[in-house]
């Protein structure tokens, strides 16, 4: 047992500052778990206004803006990486591990892009590297994954891990607004920033799904192996049709593994209304994991967030701190050797929801259906409707039963060909989550 | 690092078959995480009767109906307990733990029961005892409690964690059914017991509470210290008159913390339409937790079965496994000691529904809201119905701003004794989760 275990604290944003308060207003609980005070040593920041309010209570000579004057701080057993973004959290992080410091981080980037390989720079200096705080805020998440779910064979994991979009698509579902009225008001209250594209292209999921299916299916998988697309097509009247067949539109990170390879992938999905992941709202997150044994479990919670997420990072430290103590690291070490390859997108298969301009005449239908049949692809509804009796215009909206997606791919561009078709508005995939 | 690590299984029925079967099925997989095999040393078991499809690929000798000389196998570090009920499940746990033995266990009466001295027992002997599958099946819980979630003051707990009555309870909501039918069916289908009273009295909710109660609260929470109610007494009526004002009834289990108190109850609740728990239908279990930082977090899932059960004993065997090849025992080592106080249900304040028959004069409700007011109590909403135009019956339903239990006890009292109340039909607490 230490007499005192002493914190690095690399960033003092919105995140870093909150999880500084933490460190000091429940510092006697958490000596208590602990079993020896945790004690900030040194807080790397851009700028050492310190009159700051967020950094009262905080001793001034705590703070800094030099990179090395914080490396060289004696006594920091574990550094707090909550600066954000690939450069140079990266850097540091891979300084720190090397220098045999324990990692706590909340870097979603940088450890989709960089995890494995972190991981074994952790494994071989017998240190910790925890990172709950990266996906879904304070929702626990990666602790499952490496403790709890264990003895799972995991089939399958369907998580709505963006509250930014989630917000929209709500707004969009509930009140019928346009994509870019939506946008504009999650901005506004900011739950959308200025570059909305890091959320809706579905990039940050991109980044949350490659760390959860890389410990879920023990096999590297690269934010840039993960199909992705964003929310930006989707119109209020999708929303319209959906409910009228029966389900509504999330925004869904999905990750499934069969035999040998894992299947990944982030878009807009067709959901049931009667399932659970229908019916988070707003800026919520919720992660639907399948196992062999286990079945169906959901987790949910605020995905982001000052205080979700340093209820994340503090556990993490908790959970190094207790190690420290016992002089062990962390004792489940994540495995990434499975073997199991990314299957190509063209290989996949779904259902499929489409909405179709055509022009207004008899037989279109017909050479609709001819195209599908084809591809051989079996249609499962079929909603016809004029929108325009001057152009003579109509919109025809099918789902379709499980379809390769090579094949639907080659039905669009057949269906493109089709002088009757004005455009294909939209493909939407469904999913009997 | 061990050669083997030896288990001990007490108890071999659905549960403890499921676990035998996942030792020997996923030996490979399990013994990756741990860095050595998991070798199923020694089954107690009722009868010997292993030509049973359940004891398939198990070797006979593993099997014995003799305690001692289960408790004598050589070579056994970890009993895994599941034989459910008190005795001789305690008695087995305390000899298993006195002699150094790690436990992992299901058995939620036992722990409810003697948890902190079973706790007290491990720590002394540096052993881990373990219960993920105690409470929620596999749902990730007691993990939860006490590492994710160990920087959060936990300020409430709201649970469905009976599957049989909110199995119960979806189907007189959806349906229509009266308690007896949906019981009934629920016995027909195997969800309920042909004695159901430990489900439908919310016994069983009762020990899941005080567990995790206790390790949220850090203080020793006893089932009899439980205020608990049961769902006989819902009718069919409960539901059309909750849905009239927007709630449907769930039987929750509930615990909050303020100060130097903690309270806890199970009983039936009215729950907003639009809440989560709400929607949580069948035998799910979902438990609710409400954290300082973390905010609200959902853990959803099957609360019951062979299966989850057996992902979430596998687990805890396999942390336990872990700690012995690192030479220590579970590094989390829950408290009991905030001396919170289990706060007399007389003080606690909700708000209430009423169903109340009363002879159908005019004036009835100026008496009922009189013994309201003399009371100190408010009244939210009023529906007045005539039922029985012959007998000149008519029924109210009431409810109330949020008014201390001593009150509404005293107010229900009052009632009984005016002419014009036929009876007092129900009271359901309302609480906004």
Redesign the interface.
Known sequence: MKREIGIGLLGFGVVGSQVAR?LVD?AK??A??VGCPLVLRKIKTKRTDIARPKAKGISAQLFTTDTEEFFNTPGIDIIIEVIGGETPAHDYMTRALAAGKHVVTANKEVIAKHGVELHALARKQNVGLRY?GSVG????LI??FK???????LKGIYAIINGTTNYILTRMDKEGLDFAVALKSAQELGYAEANPANDIEGIDAKYKLAILASLGFQTQVRPDDIHAEGISRIGSRDFRYAHELGFTIKLLAIAKQSNNSVEVRVHPVLVPLDS?LA?VDGVYNAILVE????????????GA?A??T???V??DV??TA??IN?G?SD??KP?FDSGKKVKPMADLETRFYLRINVTDHPGVLAQISRVFGDNGISIASVIQKETDIVAQVAEVVITTHTVKEKAMQQALADLAKLPVVKEVNNFIRVEDV
Do not use: H, R
Not at 137 to 140: A, L, Q, S, Y
Not at 294 to 300: M, Q, R, S, T
């Open positions: 933490v429940k609980t958490l208590g778990q709950e805020g304070g929702i626990p602790a499952p403790y709890d779910l264990v003895a799972n064979e659970f019916k196992g062999d044994l286990v079945g169906k479990v959901l987790f949910f919670g605020e967030g205080l979700p340093s209820s994340a503090i556990a908790v959970s207790q190690d016992l062990i004792k489940a495995k």
